[in-house]
């Protein structure tokens, strides 16, 4: 069972105050319960938006479900998102996944033994004109390689 802390049921509360549908607030009250649980959401997190927000749970799944921005089981410190939409894949986007799951001994949405990466592939991420690119937290790398994904990664401790 989640419930969510008195400080995170008061921010989803003030959410739905400021939209006039309860449904606008669904997507920043998943990222509310996705951070207070550990970076992911499961029924029970659905469950209890449901709850306080009063809308149907069926409403908050078919949100949660459309967008990428929220991980469905548990992911590193880092989650690494490279795009693979046209661009990034033209340019690389697939070497650059191969070589990051290879360096780091992993497979694509698979968390790192230490707890630190998982790489994901996401749709357009609206850098195209750079691709290939990624995001970690709320920072985009672009014109990447490689090499150079992989030594931005050796920087993150
Ligand atoms: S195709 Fe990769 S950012 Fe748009």
């Known amino acids: 069972m989640f419930q969510l802390s008195s400080e995170g049921k008061q921010q989803v509360l003030n ?5 006039e549908s309860k449904q606008s607030a669904v997507l920043p009250a998943l990222y509310i319960g996705q951070r207070e649980n550990k970076g992911f959401i499961t029924p029970a997190v659905i ?5 306080v927000m009063e809308i149907p749970e069926s409403q908050i799944n078919e ?4 967008y990428t921005m929220y991980n469905k089981k548990n992911v590193g410190k880092y989650h690494v998102q490279v795009c693979r939409t046209l661009s990034c894949m033209l340019n690389g986007a ?7 799951c290879e360096q780091l001994n992993t497979r694509v949405d698979q968390m790192t033994t230490d ?7 996401v ?15 709320d920072k985009y ?4 390689t490689p ?3 992989m030594n931005l990664l050796r920087t993150m401790k």
Do not use: D
């Open 63 to 66: 949100v949660f479900t459309f």
């Open 141 to 144: 790398f672009e014109n990447l």
């Open 15 to 19: 959410e739905l105050k400021r939209y």
């Open 94 to 100: 697939e070497e650059l996944v191969g070589h990051l």
């Open 47 to 51: 469950q209890e938006l449901s709850r």
């Open 115 to 121: 707890g630190r990466f998982t790489i994901s592939e």
């Open 123 to 137: 749709e357009c991420l609206g850098s195209c004109g750079t691709a290939p690119m990624m995001q970690i937290g």
């Open 147 to 149: 090499e150079s994904a």
